[in-house]
């Protein structure tokens, strides 16, 4: 089993050893200078969001953003948005990844308890705190809890994975996607010392003007240079998702620190998933223990993100075939 893989890691210990699968420790009392910033940082996140409430709607919120960063955008291109909102979470301790599943799993099922899903990666020995260190962990928790098809994409985010990114959420179905967080939650590069877990609900793509499937598309009457895809009630052909017209790409994304929808360009994305390589010094030496892969961060996170597909009665036969293959 994928649990036997890994590790369990203390900011206390010098080496790593492998268990035989003992029940996760209990979590160690915040005793150091480390642990009570890291719980400061906490508190203020969590006050900030407690202060606010989410904006709700497919495209309400995109649009304002967009708005907002219109001169950045080129109208030589076809602009394209499609999104389906998710709800937001404020995380409580390292939980993005959990959050985001959570946050991910409401297209996918009607309801889900934040707290069932942390039982169920704790009892499978995927994480300790609520972190997840691990893509392909996190796909086999995400058909555990959402009862959905989880689809792990590997060996970067570029090329044809960058394409399968964008034409699942143009077909509006979420990807969770590990990445670098800079202060203002944004992709950065630190070499996974801000290792951090978004999903991805929604696509803007920038196309050259009269592409093939640019007309399936309304403008939108407060912003008419962007086109929204309005039908929801059957699947669509993505716009230029294989070919050389689509020319910008941006994915609209949420995180639990924040409450926000943001958008961010797809290629600074992958870069900063690709260069996930170690955990923060600060962390080891928290005294906290972690569960990690086999190989580290690298190994179970850089070039990897995962797909949630809605599961159909036909996938039910082959359900069992991608669990063996994920183990």
Partial sequence: MVVGSSLWISGKMSGCSM?????????????????QNSSEKKKLYQTIGSNRSPVEGDYTEPLLIIRHRESSFSRALHWTLVNTYVPSLIQDGPQCGLVALWMAAHLLRPSIDMGAIFQAALARGFTAQGEM??????ALLAEEVCGCK????????????????IKHLWNRQPVLIPYDEDYNHEPCQRSGHKAHW?????????????DPG??????DPTLPWIHLLQDFSS???CPSADNS????????AKQGKSLRYQLWNLDDVIRSNEQLRALDPQRCGDGTMYVLPQGGVEAGLAGQAVLLHVRTLCDSK???MDLNSLQ
């Fill in 198 to 210: 978004a999903v991805a609900s929604g696509v803007l793509l920038g196309m050259d003007q009269g």
């Fill in 214 to 219: 640019t007309d399936i598309t309304q403008p």
């Fill in 150 to 165: 989880a689809e792990l994409l590997s060996g970067r985010l570029s090329g044809r994975n960058a394409t399968r990114i």
């Fill in 19 to 35: 268990p035989h699968l003992p029940p996760p420790p209990p979590a160690l009392p915040p005793s150091t200078g480390a642990s």
């Fill in 318 to 320: 082959a359900h069992k």
């Fill in 235 to 237: 699947p669509s052909t």
């Fill in 133 to 138: 260190f691990s893509a392909r962990n996190m």
């Fill in 245 to 252: 017209h689509l020319k910008e790409v941006y994915i609209l």
